[in-house]
């Protein structure tokens, strides 16, 4: 409610400023170095609050200790990788099993595309999508993801090649 005043305030410099040129030399250069103090005021304020924000030693917030799979104990089946609308976009289609001891809740995967004519790769790019999962010890999953790459000037790889890697499982305890 206090907000009220300042901007009954605002308004009735306005109309002054508007209603009188003798107001409005006076008022213009009075508001600007009220408004500059305004700004360097909070920015004082903000960067004293981060200092003191940094300083304290809060204990951390509790969190449960996720158990660490090793990348290893998710096996990917049956992977395909299909060109897709954009031509810069890949369709990657494929089958996860967990065969770790713990339940999983995702992944993430990491594809590197490379063009290799003639057994002479370059590297195209790569991209890492979070892949949800929910599985249990010993079931496993079909799912579906995109991957994005720069396509210099349209122009496709002619003998694309693809290797992946998992790089982060998350995961909690059956």
Same mark, same amino acid.
């Given at each position: 409610m206090i907000w009220i005043f300042p901007a009954v305030a605002g308004l009735l410099i @306005?109309? !002054?400023?508007?209603?009188?040129?003798?107001?409005?030399?006076?008022?213009? *250069? $009075?508001?600007?170095?009220?408004?500059?103090? %305004?700004?360097?005021?909070?920015?004082?304020?903000w960067i004293r609050e981060d200092n003191s924000?940094? =300083?304290?030693?809060?204990p951390p917030p509790f969190s449960r200790a996720q158990p660490v799979i090793p990348p290893e104990d998710i096996v990917l089946e049956g992977l395909t990788f299909a060109r897709n609308r954009p031509d810069t976009s890949y369709?990657? =289609? %494929? =089958? @996860?099993?967990?065969s770790s001891d713990f339940n999983i809740n995702y992944f993430r995967l990491a594809v590197t595309l490379e063009d290799c004519p003639a057994n002479t790769c370059k590297s195209v790019g790569d991209d890492t999508a979070l892949i949800?999962?929910?599985?249990? *010890? %010993?079931?496993?999953?079909?799912?579906?993801t995109f !991957? $994005?790459?720069?396509?210099?000037? %349209?122009?496709? *790889?002619?003998?694309?090649?693809?290797?992946?890697?998992? =790089?982060? @499982?998350?995961g909690r305890a059956p």
């Open positions: @306005v109309y !002054f400023a508007m209603r009188s040129s003798r107001f409005q030399r006076f008022a213009e *250069p $009075t508001l600007s170095i009220l408004v500059a103090f %305004g700004l360097l005021s909070a920015f004082f304020v924000a940094n =300083t304290r030693n809060d369709r990657v =289609t %494929g =089958t @996860v099993v967990n949800l999962a929910r599985l249990a *010890p %010993g079931q496993s999953q079909n799912f579906e !991957f $994005t790459f720069p396509s210099p000037f %349209g122009v496709e *790889p002619s003998t694309p090649k693809w290797s992946y890697r998992i =790089t982060e @499982v998350n």
